[in-house]
């Protein structure tokens, strides 16, 4: 199996110029990254577990604290980046839930890849979104 399928790398592409919200990222990153890693790496249930639980409460406070921001910043799209991080959280309820219900390492395996898509696909199309707002305020008028 190739394990770089599994691992996001850090780059610039990601970062949405805001090093609070990049560390905070960063952080995410590495943790969907330790999760991988444990599966592909055959560690036990529990400890797939662990990291997928410590993962989803991160999750949660990052989303909770970029919604702050956002906020603060008024940027025009808060209320609809919030609704997609609800998505984002059910969708990763879900995943925990089929998670523990199986003790098939494919379908942990399986799991750990659509985590990844996801963060990949929210901090694509919705977090570099605010990117564009925060230079287009920065912008002389």
Avoid: C
């Avoid at 610039?12 to 995410?28: G, I, K, Y």
């Avoid at 219900?101 to 929210?122: N, R, T, Y």
């Amino acid at each position: 199996m190739d394990k770089a399928e599994w691992k996001i790398a850090w780059n610039d592409a990601l970062s949405v110029d805001v090093p609070e919200m990049d560390e905070e990222h960063r952080q995410f990153i590495a943790r969907v990254n330790d999760v991988n890693k444990a599966i592909i790496d055959a560690a036990d249930k529990s400890t797939v577990e662990h990291l997928m639980n410590l993962m989803q409460m991160e999750a949660a406070r990052h989303f909770e604290h970029e919604q702050q921001l956002l906020e603060q910043w008024k940027y025009p799209e808060a209320a609809a980046h919030a609704e997609r991080h609800a998505q984002l959280m059910a969708k990763f309820n879900h995943m925990m839930k089929e998670f523990q219900e199986s003790d098939l390492s494919f379908v942990w395996a399986l799991k750990g890849l659509q985590i990844k898509q996801s963060l990949v696909e929210h901090l694509m199309r919705e977090d570099l979104k605010y990117k564009e707002f925060l230079q287009a305020q920065k912008q002389p008028r």
